[in-house]
């Protein structure tokens, strides 16, 4: 296992996430979790790139829950701003906006591969 002490630089709090659920159970959640993302980050790009604004709400708003409920606070906070373009059908501001969650989602699943080693 990789080094679980918490710092601000690391996308969630791997220690606050084994006292929560146990060591078992946070494996299982987070390998759950990075699967569920690429996928909920996948209809956000197609959304919008057909500029669906109810898919990219829809899966950001899935996303922003996944994230908050594994305290992976950066990509909770990303996929909130997301959804509420999507809702304002902000277009102009929703490309960069998924590219920053995209690059959170890969240093998400980058630390949870180190932790899961």
Known sequence: MADTSTGSNLPFDIQGLYDMYGQDTVAELL???VDESRGLLDQMIEGTRDRDSKIVMAAAHQLKGLAS???INELA???FELESSARQEQWE???DTLTRLESEYQRTA???SEVLG
């Open 93 to 95: 501001s929703i490309p």
């Open 110 to 112: 980058k630390y949870v």
């Open 31 to 33: 390998q759950m979790s």
């Open 69 to 71: 409920t594994m305290t």
């Open 77 to 79: 906070k990303l996929s």
